[in-house]
């Protein structure tokens, strides 16, 4: 059986950003903060009853802006999360906070509550940068905000960053991590703007955005800095160093199982042979009511040729790839079904083959990881 976690979304944030295309939502005053826990109180007992006598390893707080709620409702939450699931002893909690919002609450309120994983969402050191994103924190903000962390006690602190923005340079992006790393965060998540659907800067693109000669080339200057400063790289975003790796993300990109709560929220789970998925009505308002109505969401299984796609659509994002074996674990199906598709990346150097079935991407497989994933596609 897969290992499993437990993910809780918490959509509010003070206001939307031009690039975000997660579930978010503005607004999150004190009467929808306590109207909405007390929906997910609910719904973590009806996903107990899901995970059964399974473990949790990992519990992740995202949003929204999940530091918009006060260190006290999340105490709550997570206080409940522990009476209704095993939670392993040394079990990740993680919650995302934005430095312009930590300052709801003490950071060590939210690390008295149970959070042991603190991820700041600074973006960028560069003050027009951030203008440029939409964000509503400056940078002395992500000082402070690390340094209050620190002070609280939290050893595992992530700092999210962004490259290829409108008019960044090479330089600029490096000194965003030279920045970041006198920080001395345990993980660097540094992950590319891109324009996704139903954003506004989809609709309309900002000016100035790297071509994609240049967004590579920031890219591997960005890599080699983070290699510089101690960090290792083990998932296409994702830096770590004294072995600091985000376990709840690990889950995913590994194919492992997960429980959802939350307005736009989703699970997968593993029963018998069959992978199933489900999600939250997205509208925080629309979610509440549902809870209330003590309906079940649809689960459906995953056909056979979606899931080699779903699989490999995470498991190529890391650096070490995926053994044939786990494949067969992690899905329920036969290694044959690969063979044609890794065959055919493997001609075209997208992949390699390594000892014992393990195959892993290739530095091209890594610059063109959509067209390595879409080998898979059914």
Not at 315 to 340: I, N
Request: hydrophobic fraction near 40%; charged fraction near 25%.
């Amino acid at each position: 059986m897969p290992p499993l976690s437990l993910y809780v979304h918490l959509p509010w944030c003070v206001r939307k950003c031009p690039y975000c295309d997660f579930n978010s939502w503005a607004g999150g005053d004190a009467g929808q903060r306590t109207e909405y826990l007390g929906a997910l109180l609910v719904d973590l007992a009806k996903e107990a009853e899901r995970a059964g006598d399974r473990e949790l390893f990992s519990v992740f707080l995202g949003g929204g802006t999940p530091s918009l709620f006060t260190p006290a409702e999340i105490a709550k939450l997570i206080d409940s999360i522990r009476s209704r699931f095993t939670v392993v002893a040394e079990a990740e909690i993680t919650m995302e906070a934005n430095p312009g919002t930590i300052e709801c609450g003490d950071p060590a309120g939210y690390r008295q509550a149970g959070v042991n994983r603190l991820s700041i969402g600074a973006q960028s050191f560069s003050q027009a940068a951030l203008e440029r994103l939409g964000r509503i924190h400056s940078t002395d903000d992500i000082l402070r905000a690390s340094a209050e962390a620190r002070d609280a006690g939290f050893d595992n602190i992530n700092i999210d960053l962004m490259h290829a923005l409108p008019e960044q340079t090479a330089e600029e992006a490096v000194e965003d991590i030279r920045r970041a790393v006198e920080l001395a965060p345990d993980h660097i998540s540094w992950y590319q703007l891109t324009l996704e659907p139903n954003t506004v800067f989809h609709a309309r693109p900002p000016s100035g955005l790297p071509g994609q000669e240049a967004a590579w080339g920031i890219q591997e200057a960005g890599w080699e800095a983070l290699t510089d400063a101690g960090y290792a790289q083990y998932e296409v975003s994702a830096w770590a160093r004294n072995g600091r790796r985000c376990e709840h993300n690990l889950n995913y990109w590994r194919f492992g199982d997960y429980l959802a709560v939350g307005a736009g929220a989703h699970g997968k789970l593993t029963i018998g042979d069959l992978v199933y998925r489900y999600r939250k009505p997205s509208n925080p308002r629309g979610y509440v009511e549902f809870v209330r109505s003590g309906d079940d969401e649809p689960v459906e299984p995953i056909t056979a040729e979606n899931l080699v796609f779903e699989y490999m659509l995470n498991v190529l994002r890391l650096q070490e790839g995926f053994s044939e074996s786990d494949f067969e674990a992690r899905t329920g199906l036969p290694r044959d079904v690969l063979q044609a598709s890794c065959e055919d990346a493997l001609q075209k150097d997208l992949i390699e083959r390594k000892k014992d079935g393990v195959w892993r991407p290739t530095e091209l497989g890594r610059r063109f990881l959509n067209d390595l994933q879409a080998e898979f596609l059914p």
